[in-house]
């Protein structure tokens, strides 16, 4: 993973947040986390691609792939995966939560 890269992209997300000049109607927000929801996502099935296709070619004998390459893309993958699932299980507690609220 990309340190500086996330971080750049964290420092440009604080910039357009504090760059609105309206509040967000509830629809708006609703669908930019969708978006970046399913960018996530799709970040993460690309990693598990790329650990796929990275083991795959180290198995027939790639020489140009090494088996640290492969552990490395595999380990990104896995990391990636379970902070997925975190999220997740976090998002499914605080719907639990706000479902669970007395009206």
């Known amino acids: 993973m ?30 930019d986390f969708g978006a970046l ?3 996530a996502i799709k970040s993460v099935n690309g ?3 790329q650990s796929s296709e ?17 552990m490395i893309a595999r380990n990104k ?4 995966f379970e902070a997925t699932v975190q999220v997740r ?3 499914v507690e605080a719907y639990k939560e706000l479902m669970n609220m007395p009206v």
């Open 2 to 31: 990309n340190i500086n890269g996330l971080q750049a992209e964290l420092q440009a997300m604080k910039l357009e947040a504090g760059n609105t000049s309206r509040p967000a109607t509830g629809q708006q927000v609703s669908a």
């Open 37 to 39: 929801l399913g960018d």
């Open 54 to 70: 990275l083991a795959t070619r180290f198995d027939q004998g790639d020489r140009s792939v090494s088996l640290s390459d492969v």
């Open 89 to 91: 299980n976090k998002m």
């Open 77 to 80: 993958s896995s990391v990636a």
């Open 47 to 49: 990693l598990q691609a």
